[in-house]
């Protein structure tokens, strides 16, 4: 992000009076003296800045859980529906954070959001393989052993290749569904294709992570500096310079 537009948004003033600010050398980025409003802060978790040498500690990126309600879309913007980052603070949402997959409006649970695209790309994409587990509450007959199995062996459906999950069955009509994907209602449709329409569904952990201090709806929290460093890790991935 350019500095001119990170120190407005950090209630500095507007944008032009932070340009001012900067061409005038008031302004020192991670120790040196910046004149160019334009210039690009790199990525690193805080940006270190001395405003008239008073030291301003900026946040520039976030990685949290947030329990998405039913009813919001897994969106950054909508015009006819609330959406997920609307749930954040004004400071988070000015970051800019993107969920790292999808839920339907109706369906509710964990999701991961973050600043870093790279990181929200490895999450949702297949060949990575981090596992996302849903609790399932189905109508119809119980499931019987043998389509547990075919659900867990993984499906071929019209245009809709699922890859093998893991399937464990509960009392009550639910089921606990792990998949390493996640395809446009995938679990809404294997059930479906056994004729047990899915009347909730709940996603309760990605990879490590779980609803765990976050189980009221609507409620978020950061990840720790341990929780980061282990999700780039399993992700193979470096993280912004600390
Ligand atoms: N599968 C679905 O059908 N819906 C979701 O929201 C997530 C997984």
């Not at 998405?68 to 400071?91: F, M, S």
């Not at 069955?169 to 446009?184: D, I």
Request: include cysteine.
């Amino acid at each position: 992000m350019r500095i001119d537009k990170l120190l407005s948004n950090s209630g500095l003033g507007s944008r032009s009076q932070v340009r001012q600010l900067i061409r005038a050398g008031h302004i020192s980025l991670n120790g040196q003296v910046i004149l160019d409003p334009a210039t690009i802060i790199p990525p690193s978790d805080y940006a270190h800045i001395l405003v008239r040498q008073q030291a301003l500690s900026v946040k520039l990126s976030a990685h949290l859980l947030l329990n998405k309600p039913q009813g919001y879309l897994t969106a950054t913007d909508d015009r006819r529906y609330p959406y997920v980052t609307q749930l954040l603070p004004q400071a988070l949402q000015r970051l800019n954070p993107v969920p790292a997959g999808r839920l339907d409006r109706d369906a509710h649970g964990l999701l991961l959001l973050t600043t870093d695209g790279q990181l929200a790309h490895r999450l949702m994409s297949p060949r990575w393989h981090y596992p996302k587990t849903y609790l399932v509450t189905y109508e119809g007959e119980a499931l019987t052993n043998q389509e547990v199995q075919l659900l867990a062996g993984g499906l071929q459906l019209q245009d809709l290749n699922c890859l093998p999950a893991v399937l464990e069955p509960l009392a009550n009509r639910q089921a606990r569904v792990t998949l390493t994907e996640g395809k446009y209602h995938q679990v809404k449709r294997m059930f479906a294709f056994i004729g047990r329409p899915v009347s909730d569904l709940c996603r309760i952990t990605i990879g490590p992570f779980s609803l765990a201090g976050i189980e009221k709806p609507g409620s978020y929290r950061l990840l720790t500096r341990e929780e980061q460093s282990r999700l780039y890790q399993d992700l193979s991935l470096q993280p912004a310079e600390l």
